[in-house]
């Protein structure tokens, strides 16, 4: 009588047929992942070492309708993930490949700010492939790429997929393909192979793993990452906290300035609380564990280390010892350090610009000299290009603060250079910007530039109720001041933000109210029958909601002679018992001229509409229904006040 083999014997013994049967059949074969239908078209076989062609055809694909279309390259090089850029030119590039280049993937994609907004990955079959060298043979790391490239799971790879995953037993077999190719290479892949053998060997894993470790444990190369994969082995995955802390002494003594040895100081210190002790542990720190020596691993141990002890070196009046820290910082470290340190407390005038102004020339100064480190890449987060971007825009942010504080301080000839060193996309879009700008042009001899400067500033839709008000001055006819200036205003770009508008406008009924306003009035929602009636809710602790009453100013002055719309700003949210008070004083000293309105719990029970509780907020109301609502502030007084008039015009047009 013949044996009786289980479903799961047979599955096992025909499993290992098909893996032998697949290692011996395909050991010279290429891979790729694209199909006759690609968008890519004539790829070809990569060879590293080699310019790869790249021929995109966007027909038929998310990128259709798209232009300016540009690619990534994923690149699986001596066992390492790298991404980089290729520009595209009506969909054609070219990329050199690096020599050690065992495997790429394409992703075609259009962006916005940095970030992906519509990507093509071949239907999620992926523009994918290994390459092979010069001399036609396999290049090291490419069937380990093939397999954990198309594995997103595993999470030893870039995300490019969104649903698409082989099986287990697929990524077995490509990893032991490789080991079958280029096992003296394990140390370089030996926690993939772990990741592959967890997968597949269930409750055999803790034994299979041990077996494993002490097997490399004998190679003479390993390094400290082998090491640390075998420590975090123990005590994450086996819960061995005694071997575990074995191996770690055995690496900290091994390596006593490796990664293990740097993150355990920065820990201690790190964790310490903020007082003298944590800042001379940091120093400590910085001292033992110098930065250069750090060969860029572990950027954000030094990031936090220096982001506590510059601001807390400023505020204690000790700026040499911050200026000493500027050289060793990196763009991304500068950037933070002016943010937490230079601009919320200019922008909120919490100090004197005086005081500002040594450690803001000595920041600038220094992100502009290291503008272009890549050192927001984060390893494969972005690319090259992705990341030069974001600190285009960050710079852009901070050489505005500064040029606003050179000109607040009168040094309008020293503000001139840097206003040189803004992007294209950053010159004119910013409202605060362009008025420290139109100061500068007065006080520098460029008088003849303001009215174009003015123009250009309503074109932007950044501009502030000062330069309107100058615009208006030098225009001189107050009639006709409202048509001129919406002529300034592009009138494709007009009638697109309408459309966004009129997208936006919504029906939802609210429940009537009765509010004191700072009079001790009541007002009630109930009498603004047939009137569009626009609510800001805002609080004197919320700094957004603050900088949007220019603009908001700019509206209410609009339609101040219409009885047919009214504005109200409830004040929501409060903090103190003290809150209608320091309301009064706030709007008394301000000068805003607003119809202000004490919250009790309007805004509240709009929270679950909004399904946010922040503010600003601001929502506009016609006979019991909400029309339409929007949150925060982007920055423009004109802009905003613009906003408002367009959806209370559009209103009045339903009418």
Known sequence: MPPVLSLKTITMKYRWISILAILLGVSHAVYSQTDSSSRLKD??????GDTM?????????????????????????????????????????????????????????????????????????????????????????????WGIFRKPSMGKAPHYFDKFEISNDALEMWVRKEMKDYLPNMPKYFDSYLAMLKLQTGDEYPEKAVRSMERLSRD????????????????????DEHKADSVRQFILQKYPHGKTARFARYSEAYGMPLDEKKLIALEKFLHDFPVKESGGSQAFTYYNTYRTLAPAYFVSNQNDKLFALIPDMNFATLNENYHSIIEGVFIMNRLP????????????????????????????????????????????????????????????????????????????????????????????????????????????????????????????????????????????????????LQAKLIREKFTAFKLEDMNGKTV??????????????????????????????????????????????????????????????YISTSGFRFNVLYDNNVFKSLTPFFNSSAIPRKIIVENGYIRYTSEGYEGSPSKLADEISYVIEILKTEN
């Open 353 to 500: 610009v005086e005081k500002l102004y040594p450690v803001s020339k000595a920041l600038i100064d220094a992100m502009i000299k290291k503008r272009h480190d890549l050192s927001y890449m984060e390893d494969v987060r972005y690319t090259h290009m992705q990341a030069d971007e974001i600190a285009g825009m960050q710079m852009d942010n901070k050489l505005s603060i500064h040029i606003r504080l050179l000109t607040k301080m009168g040094k309008y000839t020293e503000a001139i250079p840097y206003l040189d060193l803004l992007t294209e996309k950053g010159k004119y879009t910013g409202a605060a910007l362009n008025e420290a700008r139109i100061k500068i042009l007065e006080n520098t001899g460029g008088e003849t530039k303001v009215l174009p400067m003015l123009e250009l500033g309503i074109r932007a839709n950044a501009a502030t109720p000062a330069m309107i008000s100058k615009l208006k001055e030098l225009h001189g006819d107050s009639a006709g001041f409202d048509v001129y200036l919406e002529s300034l205003k592009a009138a494709d770009d007009v009638k697109k933000i309408k459309e966004d």
């Open 53 to 145: 062609r790249i021929n995109y055809v966007k027909t038929g694909g998310p990128l259709q309708q798209k232009d300016n279309i540009s690619a990534l390259v994923y690149m699986f090089n001596d066992y390492e993930w790298a991404v980089d850029d290729i520009v595209l030119k009506d969909g054609k590039g070219t990329y050199k490949l690096p020599e050690n280049c065992a495997f790429v993937a394409l992703l075609f994609y259009t962006a916005e700010n940095g970030n992906v907004t519509v990507a093509d990955n071949n239907n999620d079959h992926g523009y994918v492939a290994t390459t092979i060298s010069k001399d036609g043979k396999h290049v090291p790391g490419g069937q380990l790429a």
């Open 220 to 239: 003479p190369n390993l390094t400290e990452d082998n090491y640390v994969t075998f420590q975090n082995v123990y005590r994450f995955q086996l819960k």
């Open 524 to 585: 009630s929602s109930a009498d603004w029958k047939d009137k569009i009636v626009v609510i800001d809710f805002w609080a004197t602790w919320c700094f957004p909601c603050k900088m949007a009453f220019p603009g908001m100013q700019l509206a209410v002055d609009k339609y101040a002679k219409d009885p047919s719309v009214g504005f109200y700003f409830i004040a929501t949210m409060p903090r103190s018992k003290t809150y209608k008070e320091d309301i009064k004083k």
């Open 43 to 48: 790829f070809g076989v990569p060879v590293a």
